[in-house]
């Protein structure tokens, strides 16, 4: 569906190609119903990682939704000259998802779909869907066929249907569609009912509501859910290409609440990390390392870039109760593990002494959490910088730093060099007090890592 509107923002995790997306119509299996909205972009993020999408499945899923207004009120808008195209997600190449508003009156064009498989689910109003086919004697269109959507109705298309139209042709009352595209699609082709040559038309946003989605998406998981790590048997998986198939394959392994490491880590293993699909996120400093913040996940998990400059590296921390996973994607770092000061090295200022070290070189995947020690990363080289890709599972914004001379610990704010490639500015004062050791100091305002 073709509208005017503003141009949809850079997002640095869109690939120059679209994900390979296989469809096939199979028996509907078990799934648990959604509750609420942010439980239906969950399912359809875990339906859509999937190597192939049941189409019967995605439908049987989004009927299953029972709609509620407060759920998606907030993430619509609609305009007195055209329907409205309001993005809420980015399925990562595979899919996205956005709310349609569609004001009295309002219709699209008669358009393809661009080979993109799309469903529709109803959420308010009434829409009319008109299927066009193109008479290859006179080149005009006709009719195939009209639907009621009424709410609740879900729609499916593809370009093997026909052409359509989509219209509200109710003269006092909106309506409001979920639509699903996968793959999505940045343009496609309109059609006259007359027929003559099709127009070719960019597609574009009226607004774009993903951030805000996101973080609401976040607070619901992180209130309701916790998540439980095991190391498991590892399972097929489709091998990260991109960036893109990175978060793609992380949505998906931590859509449950039941994490199994072990998973996890061959997945990371398994990507290979050229330097094209992540070079953008690498900003470094010259004073310190870099926390380049690439994804925040699903409120489970968060993926970080951090670069280091040379000769640099991190105090000793903790992870505060996280678990994290590091990917070497360029150069090579030292990790040094430490035990948990003891309450007889507390009291006499005992220095922290080093379990191991080890080197971890490119296409090498670390895991620590605070079970296994506080640890320290660093580089080493004195000519070459160092990347790593970071998965903490919670992301966490405190954690301990702690004193290699005497086992004394202070606390510590995470922060971000960057958001998505843009710089991060902080507004705080250069000192603020803390305890250490029970005596009042203070501490630079600074970050931890790893």
Known sequence: MATLGIAQSGNPLQSNELSAVHFTEEGVGEFRKPENFTEVVSGLTKLFSEKNININHVKAYLNSYDVKKEDWQNFVTFDDNKYTRNLIW??????????????????????????SHCFMKMLDGKLTETVYQINKESCKLETKRKY?????????????????????????????????????????????????????????????????????ERGLVMRDHKVNFSEGTVSEFATPQTMSDVVDGLMHFFSTNDVNINQVRAFMESYEGDKNQWQDYALFDQYKYTRNLIH??????????????????????????????????????SETLYNWPTDEEKSSNAAMMPIRSVQLKKGSVAYINDSIGLHRVGNKSEVQGAVSLHVY??????????????????????????????????????????????????????????
């Open 90 to 115: 980015e399925g990562n190449g595979k899919f996205n998802i956005m709310l349609v508003g569609w004001n009295k009156n309002q219709a699209s064009s008669i358009h393809d779909h661009s080979k």
């Open 148 to 216: 009621q959507l009424e709410k609740n109705t879900v729609a499916y298309t593809n370009d093997s249907f026909g052409l359509h139209r989509i219209s509200n042709d109710s003269a006092n009352q909106q309506a409001v569609s979920l639509h699903i595209y996968s793959p999505p699609f940045q343009s496609c082709q309109q059609f006259e009912e007359d027929g003559g040559k099709p127009k070719h038309c960019e597609m574009t946003y009226t607004a774009l509501f993903k951030e805000q989605f996101s973080r609401l």
């Open 296 to 333: 925040e996940g699903n409120g489970k998990f968060n993926l970080i870039l951090v670069c280091w400059n040379k000769t640099q590296s991190s105090s000793i921390h903790d992870h505060s109760n996280s678990h994290c996973f590091m990917k070497m994607l360029d150069g090579s770092l």
């Open 393 to 450: 599972s919670p992301p966490f914004q405190m954690c301990q730093s702690f004193n290699e001379k005497n086992g004394g610990k202070m606390n510590c704010t995470v922060t971000y060099h960057t958001k998505f490639c843009e710089k991060v500015n902080y507004v705080s004062p250069l000192f603020h007090p803390v305890v250490h050791s029970h005596k009042y100091c203070f501490q630079l305002v600074s970050h931890i890592v790893c």
